[in-house]
Every structure is written in C-alpha cells, then in structure tokens.
C-alpha cells in the first residue's frame, strides 16, 4: 500500500499514540512498529515528524484516506494493539476514538458483515 509523506507521518502518529496509550512500551510493539516502518518504506524524517504529530491532524489525515488506504491502516492499528499480546482498557479507548472520528468503524462494520454472510 502506498501511502503519501504526510500519510505515513499520521499512522506513526496513531501508532505511537496505541502503544504508549497503556504507558507499557513492550519490546515486541516496537519490533512490530519497526516492520510497519519498513512495509511503507518510512524515512527516518518521516518517524521523527510522526512521533511529534498531534494527534488530530494525524486523525484528520486518516479520515481523509482511501478505503483501501483505511483498510490497511485498520489492519496495522488492530495488529499494533495485538503485538504485545495484552489488550488494555486504554488501548481498546484509543482504538474505538480512532476508528468513530476516522471512519474506521464503518470499514469493521463491512468486515463483520462479510464474515457473517461467509458462515451462512
């Protein structure tokens, strides 16, 4: 998937802000993070400027991306939550937050729909 300068710095953004949302930085959520990093071919400017990114303009950056774009953002937010293979209350507070503001929601809703017609 192939995500714009900006783009990238706002799932570094909303990454960062998963794995630190439960103030528990574990050694495999940084290795995942550092594959996701190498899969959108991240520069190191591009980190920098993600880690510092606020949080709305990163929010605002997703909301405006395309469905597949949010699929895969979907995909590495629900993994970066998964990687240390706890799920706090606060993460699932972030996730939630994230996904209502950038209708990341509705793409689950689809998700869900899918799979239940797939066991009909």
């Given at each position: 998937m ?7 710095q706002?799932?570094?953004s909303?990454?960062v802000?998963?794995?630190?949302a ?16 190498d ?72 998700v ?9």
């Amino acid at each position: 998937m192939k995500f714009s300068s900006i783009e990238k710095q706002a799932v570094i953004s909303l990454m960062v802000g998963i794995i630190e949302a439960d103030s528990w930085i574990d050694d495999e959520e940084i290795e995942f993070a550092q594959e996701v990093l190498d899969a959108i071919e991240c520069t190191e400017e591009d980190f920098e400027l993600g880690q510092d990114m606020p949080l709305l303009p990163a929010l605002v950056t997703i909301k405006n991306l395309t469905e597949e774009q949010k699929d895969a953002v979907t995909d590495v937010i629900t993994a970066t939550i998964v990687a240390d293979r706890i799920i706090t209350a606060e993460e699932a507070e972030v996730f939630d937050y994230v996904s209502e503001l950038t209708g990341i929601d509705r793409i689950l809703d689809k998700v869900k729909v899918k799979d239940v017609k797939k066991e009909k």
